[in-house]
């Protein structure tokens, strides 16, 4: 059974850094596509970055390129998103999701954590 558990959210002052953690469990982590996405208040769920099964290349959006880095520890089978310089938009509940097959980077993923809060505010 697929599982995926985030942690590390929080609340974060604007330019602060946080490390987002996902412990999965009932698969090989390096062999799905995996990410992570965002849902804020009133607004649809995004892809913030993602891994690609199929030849590892990595996706970002505009809004977070250069600040998120995504990685992953295959030994712990754990997906990794440092988030560096945050700002007040970048404030929502963030999700890691995995699927067997190579995808976009769309919220249409098999597999699905719990979510974790991330709150920018000073």
């Given at each position: 059974?697929?599982?995926?558990?985030?942690?590390?959210?929080?609340?974060?002052?604007?330019?602060?850094?946080?490390?987002?953690?996902?412990?999965?469990?009932?698969?090989?982590?390096?062999?799905?596509?995996?990410?992570?996405?965002?849902?804020?208040?009133?607004?649809?769920?995004?892809?913030?970055?993602?891994?690609?099964?199929?030849?590892?290349?990595?996706?970002?959006a505009d809004s977070v390129?250069?600040?998120?880095?995504?990685?992953?520890?295959?030994?712990?089978?754990?997906?990794?998103?440092?988030?560096?310089?945050?700002?007040?938009?970048?404030?929502?509940?963030?999700?890691?999701?995995?699927?067997?097959?190579?995808?976009?980077?769309?919220?249409?993923?098999?597999?699905?954590?719990?979510?974790?809060?991330?709150?920018?505010?000073?």
């Open positions: 059974q697929v599982q995926l558990v985030e942690s590390g959210g929080g609340l974060v002052q604007p330019g602060g850094s946080l490390r987002l953690s996902c412990a999965a469990s009932g698969f090989i982590l390096d062999d799905y596509t995996i990410g992570w996405f965002r849902q804020a208040p009133e607004k649809e769920r995004e892809g913030v970055s993602c891994i690609n099964n199929s030849n590892g290349s990595t996706y970002y390129k250069g600040r998120f880095t995504i990685s992953r520890d295959n030994a712990k089978n754990t997906l990794y998103l440092q988030m560096n310089s945050l700002k007040p938009e970048d404030t929502a509940v963030y999700y890691c999701a995995a699927d067997p097959k190579e995808r976009l980077c769309l919220p249409f993923f098999e597999s699905w954590g719990q979510g974790t809060q991330v709150t920018v505010s000073s």
